[in-house]
């Protein structure tokens, strides 16, 4: 899930849960290396918002046998990464300047 968050938050698209979905299932047979590699390749060699192919390929590029798992069955237990936002408030000296700009200006048709 932390790779398909970053691939939302660097090419700026929104994911739904299907699309999350969709992920997991066809990932569940890579490693946590893999998934690792797939995510940093994807960053730097794509242009747009990978496939699940796209991912698949550079995930698995140079890939050994033994990195991969036989079968996954997550442990609730174990703690899991979340993605969390930390937005940054506008200053107040900048709504003030926006605010004045979009008052002295006015949209002909």
Known sequence: MVS?????ENYRKETTSEL??????????LSLKQIAQGTK?????LEFFPTVANFLELATRHSKESDR???Y???PE???IEHVRNPVPM???YKKLWRGF???TSVKH
């Open 102 to 104: 979009l008052e002295k």
């Open 41 to 45: 390749l994807c960053l730097q060699e």
């Open 73 to 75: 069955e997550p442990n």
């Open 69 to 71: 798992w036989q079968e």
């Open 91 to 93: 200053p107040d000296s």
């Open 4 to 8: 398909l968050l970053s691939f939302a």
């Open 20 to 29: 999350s979905q969709i992920w997991m299932e066809s990932l569940n047979h």
């Open 78 to 80: 174990q703690e899991q």
